[in-house]
C-alpha cells in the first residue's frame, strides 16, 4: 500500500507561482511511476505532468509545456510540482498519483487509470 499526502496549495494572482509537494510512502519510491493530475469544477481530471521514474523522462500536458516543472527527491521520498507563470485557467484541484508496478508503455503516464494510488488533492486558485 502506497500513501500519498499532497501539500503546497493556495490562492495566488496570475502570474505568480506555487510548489506542490506529494510525500509518498514505500521503500521503492524511485521505481514509482508518479503523476499530476488535476480536475476543474464540471471537467473530468485531466493529466498535468508524471513520470514513468526517478530520472526518467519527464511528460508534461501541453497547456502547461514550458510553466510547470516535476521533480522528485528520492530522499525524501517526495515529487514536486513547481508551478510557474499561473494562470486563472490552472486553478482546480490538484492530485497525486503513483504506480508501484512497472509502466511499460511511456503513453501510459498520461492516464489515470494507469495508476494505482491517489493524493487527497489540494486547491490551487489562480486570480486574474
Known amino acids: 500500500q502506497v500513501q500519498l499526502v499532497e501539500s503546497g496549495g493556495g490562492l495566488v494572482q496570475a502570474g505568480g507561482s506555487l510548489r506542490l509537494s506529494c510525500a509518498a510512502s514505500?521503500?521503492?519510491?524511485?521505481?514509482?511511476?508518479m503523476g499530476w493530475f488535476r480536475q476543474a469544477p464540471e471537467k473530468e481530471r485531466e493529466f498535468v505532468a508524471g513520470?514513468?521514474?526517478?530520472?526518467?523522462?519527464?511528460y508534461y500536458a501541453d497547456s502547461v509545456k514550458g510553466r510547470f516543472t516535476i521533480s522528485r527527491d528520492n530522499a525524501k521520498n517526495t515529487v514536486y510540482l513547481q508551478m510557474d507563470t499561473l494562470k486563472p485557467e490552472d486553478t482546480a484541484v490538484y492530485y497525486c498519483?503513483?504506480?508501484?508496478?512497472?509502466?511499460?508503455?511511456?503513453?501510459?503516464?498520461?492516464?489515470?487509470?494507469?495508476?494505482?494510488?491517489w493524493g487527497q488533492g489540494t486547491q490551487v486558485t489562480v486570480s486574474s
Open positions: 514505500g521503500r521503492t519510491f524511485s521505481s514509482y511511476a
Open positions: 498519483a503513483a504506480r508501484s508496478g512497472l509502466m511499460r508503455n511511456s503513453g501510459s503516464v498520461y492516464y489515470p487509470t494507469e495508476y494505482d494510488y
Open positions: 513520470s514513468r521514474w526517478s530520472g526518467g523522462t519527464r
